[in-house]
T-cell receptor
Framework: QKEVEQNSGPLSVPEGAIASLNCTYSDRGSQSFFWYRQYSGKSPELIMFIYSNGDKEDGRFTAQLNKASQYVSLLIRDSQPSDSATYLC??????????FGKGTMLLVSP | EADIYQTPRYLVIGTGKKITLECSQTMGHDKMYWYQQDPGMELHLIHYSYGVNSTEKGDLSSESTVSRIRTEHFPLTLESARPSHTSQYLCASNGGSKNEKLFFGSGTQLSVL
């Protein structure tokens, strides 16, 4: 059973701080890694994806991947109250499907 | 903006009823998916399709069935709804060679009494 583990949180950070969200996965063969944001009562939306070891930056978001440690993280710089949501880590499980973690709830206080 | 639509948005139904949850996309995507999500829990893949006449079961055992007669349409059917089927059902599609840009519909919140 392929697994994706995340701390459920909530992770509380003040406005303007850096939020760091972490994820580990069990399948060493996974090649693609994704971060989705899900607001309460809404559907997930893709915010970042990463395939190679290292960092990938997009605006205030940075995804980090370490395949040797089976670890992927998401950094959100200059956190805003509008970033308050649940962040889902997803890993490819083969056959064009994704396995999702339970998500980490992020709360950004003004 | 993703063009993938799910109806109904909310459904409350009695035990034993047959229901069909609708999902349509206008992007011409070959790959479509049904996920089930309970509050505070991860999304579980219950069905997926690579294209017309292709359907596969996902990781989570489900009593539902799906069909894919047209590229744009991927309905999910429960022949006899039970309270254990109460959940949020999310439809998604992907037109790329990798899993990026998995577009989700708004979801159907199903309550079986």
């Amino acid at each position: 059973q392929k697994e994706v583990e995340q701390n459920s949180g909530p992770l509380s950070v003040p406005e303007g701080a850096i939020a760091s969200l972490n994820c580990t996965y069990s399948d060493r063969g996974s090649q693609s890694f994704f971060w989705y944001r899900q607001y309460s009562g809404k559907s997930p939306e893709l915010i970042m994806f990463i395939y190679s070891n290292g960092d990938k930056e997009d605006g205030r978001f940075t995804a980090q991947l370490n395949k040797a440690s089976q670890y992927v993280s998401l950094l959100i710089r200059d956190s805003q109250p509008s970033d308050s949501a649940t962040y889902l880590c997803a890993v490819d499980s083969g056959y064009s499907t994704l396995t999702f973690g339970k998500g980490t709830m992020l709360l950004v206080s003004p | 903006e993703a063009d993938i639509y799910q109806t109904p948005r909310y459904l409350v139904i009695g035990t034993g009823k047959k229901i069909t949850l609708e999902c349509s996309q206008t992007m011409g995507h070959d790959k479509m998916y049904w996920y089930q999500q309970d509050p505070g829990m991860e999304l579980h893949l219950i069905h997926y399709s690579y294209g017309v006449n292709s359907t596969e079961k996902g990781d989570l055992s489900s009593e539902s069935t799906v069909s894919r007669i047209r590229t744009e349409h991927f309905p999910l059917t429960l022949e006899s709804a039970r309270p254990s089927h109460t959940s949020q059902y999310l439809c998604a599609s992907n037109g790329g060679s990798k899993n990026e840009k998995l577009f989700f519909g708004s979801g159907t919140q199903l309550s079986v009494l």
